[in-house]
T-cell receptor, first 109, second 112 residues
Framework: AQRVTQPEKLLSVFKGAPVELKCNYS??????LFWYVQYSRQRLQLLLR??SRESIKGFTADLNKGETSFHLKKPFAQEEDSAMYYC???????????FGAGTRLFVKA | DGGITQSPKYLFRKEGQNVTLSCEQN?????MYWYRQDPGQGLRLIYY???????QKGDIAEGYSVSREKKESFPLTVTSAQKNPTAFYLC???????????FGPGTRLTVT
């Protein structure tokens, strides 16, 4: 079965500390993987996707097919990074997207 | 102003009544989606549509119905058969996969 697991509901770090939001997936094939973010009072929006291999707002995510993981990382957290983060999976070429339960990141001053 | 609009922002209904949530997009996207967002459960897919006049059930379609008569519109009806309809509903659209989904602001439905 297709599944996305985000084991942490809440992650709290101090400003300037490294942050890693974990995402593990279950899928028999090569999926497309995404991180979406929802800032307070804003719409859910795409942060980054693995196929682009890009860094957005200092965040990166590496797809590890052996461990079926797509963890989101940032070396130095900022207060404005506080938000709800969702990992998501889509079958290659498919429309259906499966979202994880989300991790709320709180960056303390 | 381009994007996805959902109306209304808040909706209140009595138990036993059907209610329709509106979702409109002017992004010229082929695909549209409906999700339900509950605390601690993330986003769960209700229905999605790849193209006009076609739609597929998601993971929690029971008690919901949709239509896709126009490319721009994908209304969701929450029927009286939905056992726990009180939730936050999100609509999204996307171009061909694996492109990003664009989300609306959401509708909070409360059924009492």
């Amino acid at each position: 079965a297709q599944r996305v697991t985000q084991p942490e509901k809440l992650l709290s770090v101090f400003k300037g500390a490294p942050v890693e939001l974990k995402c593990n997936y279950s899928y028999s094939g090569s999926p497309e993987l995404f991180w979406y973010v929802q800032y307070s009072r804003q719409r859910l929006q795409l942060l980054l996707r693995h196929i682009s291999r890009e860094s957005i707002k200092g965040f990166t995510a590496d797809l590890n097919k052996g461990e079926t993981s797509f963890h989101l990382k940032k070396p130095f957290a900022q207060e404005e990074d506080s938000a709800m983060y969702y990992c998501a999976l889509s079958p290659t070429g498919g429309f259906k997207t499966i979202f994880g339960a989300g991790t709320r990141l709180f960056v303390k001053a | 102003d381009g994007g996805i609009t959902q109306s209304p922002k808040y909706l209140f209904r009595k138990e036993g009544q059907n209610v329709t949530l509106s979702c409109e997009q002017n992004l010229n996207h082929d695909a549209m989606y409906w999700y339900r967002q509950d605390p601690g459960q993330g986003l769960r897919l209700i229905y999605y549509s790849q193209i006009v006049n076609d739609f597929q059930k998601g993971d929690i379609a029971e008690g919901y119905s949709v239509s896709r008569e126009k490319k721009e519109s994908f209304p969701l009806t929450v029927t009286s058969a939905q056992k726990n309809p009180t939730a936050f509903y999100l609509c999204a659209s996307s171009d061909r996969p694996p492109y990003e989904q664009y989300f609306g602001p959401g509708t909070r439905l409360t059924v009492t």
